[in-house]
């Protein structure tokens, strides 16, 4: 009898240590928590698009606005390989253009935050199933739904467009994998996973992480991670793994990001970079406790000026590490795994710290997965002393999950417009002292394209004037003050500007086309083709090169050869009214009135208000000898006036 009592309690014991095994699923906890990121992300929907990245790799991506597969796969884009995610943007904007709200902003920023929903639900049942607890896997995938670091990942296109897929099938590849592991080694689900983890890096290269990830979860589920059968099972994972490692390495080799904002991380040596990259990640680790000051462009220190902070939290990362040691030798899996979770998925992003191949120190997006590394450690921590708690151990994280949806509530906003977001950027980055911070040319230049689209020309022209003061080696702030100049019709104003990006940056095709259009204007037709041929070299989807070149060569005599600009425009802009009214006049030219009637009549159907469309399609039909229809036309023309 006593024996059998000892029994019972040795078995009370047990339990008391373990994690609650849940029969079926709680789906109140995913409810919570995809309603929670709703009502975070339910302003998402007015906020504009931003003039940092927004702009080339979204809307006016002619690949995706094109919807050009073939394209899409077969090469770069701007430094960068990621077709699918490229793929599933075009889809959006298909379907936009299909249901008859073309160009919604608001029903792209719906196809992202779908995105993101669909992440909290695997996030939910991937952790439900490691941590074999409901309230456990619900509370961090609340946690990560509503986090203030997740904002940037959602609210910005560029971001969502890459980080929301390439995660999602990341996601979905864990879970394929933990569906092996727990559902009889089925070969199927790993052959899912291989899969997955293709799509997944062909939205973006972070997915190379994966293999390391698995190993991880070896390790949790205390399978022989160095033995030979669970090695061979990783091999096509790492094959994936160095296959879009080169890939990476040769989509970005030659890009001048990080060589422009006052040299980047380019100015420190190596040594100094190493403190950098360890000071990164204790800063996330501290912004993801306290979510305060966050930034869209966390600037780098001047040389000469890096701050203690930088150093002691480097001792911090180094003690972290040194917890993670602690860890795997006591055989405290929960916490080893939180924390490799949390290393593996940080430490590529980290990388550019210390390659110094980007413009910012770091960026809240780098924490969209490995943040969950943390919550897992957190919600392991309150399963141990939950019988020292007053209360259910779940109702600290919904607390916490509050505050921090309030807050990413509130950091939604932030992201309303290119205005308000670089206005945020310079207050936050801006130093307490002088001199000013040089790493703010690029905020006050954004800041300026906003103003200046918004037709406040005085505020831009400011804002380009702070943009050189801070970094008088900024070329784009040079390029913005010539264009306000240029269209002032202050020409020579605007050379001396366009020279200087010239000398600053000699592979500014945007640049290059701008002052084209002003030798242009000045008749030097020579000079004029010289830099709107640099400029097509060096951006090959700038439409406004090729609208440039094909007037320039139209005023040469060479309607041949601004024909094929107008077409290389029509690639990248389909329906163009103005584009293809041109080439009816170039066809004009040539003295082929039928082909130029044709293109004319296509532009008035596009633009039936422009008289200058029905003038010229007059002259055609005065060709033609069809006196009766050029009259109407002239007549039809001189009405608009």
């Known amino acids: 009898m006593a024996k059998s009592k000892d029994k019972k309690k040795l078995k009370k014991a047990k339990n008391k240590n373990q994690v609650t095994v849940s029969t079926g699923i709680k789906w109140g906890y995913l409810l919570a928590a995809i309603l929670a990121g709703c009502i975070v992300y339910a302003t998402i929907?007015?906020?504009?698009?931003?003039?940092?990245?927004?702009?080339?790799?979204?809307?006016?991506?002619?690949?995706?606005?094109?919807?050009?597969?073939?394209?899409?796969?077969?090469?770069?884009?701007a430094s960068q390989y990621s077709p699918m995610a490229m793929t599933i943007m075009a889809v959006q904007y298909k379907i936009s253009d299909s249901i008859g709200i073309p160009d919604s902003i608001g029903f792209?920023?719906?196809?992202?935050?779908?995105?993101?929903?669909?992440?909290?639900?695997?996030?939910?049942?991937?952790?439900?199933?490691?941590?074999?607890?409901?309230?456990?896997?619900?509370?961090?995938?609340?946690?990560?739904?509503?986090?203030?670091?997740?904002?940037e990942s959602v609210a910005w296109l560029a971001a969502a467009m890459k980080i929301g897929t390439y995660t999602l099938f990341y996601l979905t590849a864990i879970?394929?994998?933990?569906?092996?592991?727990?559902?009889?080694?089925?070969k199927k689900f790993l052959i899912f996973s291989v899969l997955t983890m293709l799509v997944s890096a062909l939205c973006k290269e972070q997915a190379v992480a994966l293999p390391l990830m698995l190993l991880a979860i070896d390790y949790f589920y205390?399978?022989?991670?160095?033995?030979?059968?669970?090695?061979?099972?990783?091999?096509?994972?790492?094959?994936?793994?160095?296959?879009?490692?080169l890939v990476t390495l040769s989509a970005t080799a030659g890009a001048l990001d990080g060589e422009i904002i006052a040299d980047g991380g380019n100015q420190f040596n190596i040594f100094e970079r190493f403190f950098l990259a360890l000071h990164t990640l204790t800063a996330y680790v501290q912004r993801t406790i306290v979510p305060i000051n966050l930034s869209f462009f966390y600037t780098y220190p001047l040389k000469g000026s890096i701050p203690p902070t930088v150093y002691l939290n480097s001792i911090l990362t180094l003690g972290l590490l040194g917890v993670l040691a602690w860890a795997l030798k006591q055989d405290k899996r929960w916490l080893a795994f939180g924390l490799l979770?949390?290393?593996?998925?940080?430490?590529?992003?980290?990388?550019?710290?210390?390659?110094?191949?980007r413009d910012v120190l770091m960026a809240d997006r780098y924490m969209y997965v490995p943040i969950a590394g943390l919550f897992f450690i957190f919600v392991f921590g309150l399963e141990a002393i939950k019988s020292k708690l007053p209360f259910q151990p779940q109702f600290l994280g919904f607390a916490l999950a509050l505050i921090f949806a309030v807050m990413g509530f509130m950091r939604v906003k932030v992201f309303k417009d290119s205005g308000a977001l670089f206005t945020d950027v310079i207050n936050k980055e801006s130093y307490s002292k002088p001199p000013l911070n040089p790493h703010l040319a690029l905020a006050f230049n954004n800041r300026g394209i906003y103003r200046k689209r918004q037709g406040d020309l005085k505020g831009a022209q400011a804002d380009y004037e702070m943009a050189i003061r801070s970094n008088a080696a900024y070329p784009n702030a040079y390029l913005g003050r010539?264009?306000?100049?240029?269209?002032?019709?202050?020409?020579?104003?605007?050379?001396?500007?366009?020279?200087?990006?010239?000398?600053?940056?000699p592979k500014n095709g945007y640049n290059y086309s701008a002052r084209g259009s002003i030798y242009?204007?000045?008749?030097?037709?020579?000079?004029?083709?010289?830099?709107?041929?640099?400029?097509?070299?060096?951006?090959?989807?700038?439409?406004?090169?090729?609208?440039?070149?094909?007037?320039?060569?139209?005023?040469?005599?060479?309607?041949?050869?601004?024909?094929?600009d107008v077409d290389n425009y029509l690639n990248i802009k389909p329906n163009t009214a103005d584009m293809i009214e041109l080439k009816g006049v170039c066809y004009m030219r040539l003295g082929k009135y039928e082909e130029a009637l044709k293109h004319i009549s296509n532009a008035i159907r596009l633009a039936p208000n422009k008289p200058s469309f029905y003038n010229n399609r007059a002259s055609a039909y005065d060709q033609l000898g069809r006196g009766a229809e050029a009259e109407a036309d002239r007549k039809r023309a001189a009405s608009m006036r």
């Open 45 to 77: 929907f007015g906020n504009e698009y931003l003039n940092y990245d927004d702009d080339i790799y979204v809307h006016e991506n002619p690949l995706i606005r094109n919807m050009k597969i073939g394209t899409l796969f077969g090469e770069n884009y």
């Open 108 to 151: 792209i920023r719906f196809g992202s935050l779908l995105v993101h929903l669909l992440s909290v639900l695997l996030i939910f049942l991937i952790f439900r199933r490691l941590t074999k607890s409901d309230w456990m896997g619900g509370v961090i995938a609340i946690l990560w739904a509503v986090h203030p670091l997740q904002v």
């Open 222 to 245: 205390r399978r022989p991670i160095f033995s030979a059968s669970v090695l061979i099972e990783k091999a096509p994972y790492f094959v994936l793994s160095i296959v879009f490692g």
């Open 341 to 357: 979770f949390f290393f593996i998925n940080v430490f590529f992003p980290t990388l550019t710290s210390l390659m110094s191949v």
């Open 520 to 564: 242009a204007k000045k008749g030097q037709f020579d000079l004029a083709l010289q830099d709107l041929n640099r400029a097509v070299e060096f951006e090959p989807y700038l439409p406004d090169a090729y609208s440039n070149r094909s007037l320039v060569y139209l005023n040469m005599g060479k309607p041949m050869e601004a024909i094929a």
């Open 175 to 186: 879970w394929f994998y933990l569906k092996y592991l727990d559902d009889t080694k089925d």
């Open 482 to 505: 010539g264009n306000i100049y240029f269209n002032a019709g202050q020409d020579d104003k605007a050379l001396v500007d366009y020279n200087k990006v010239a000398e600053l940056d």
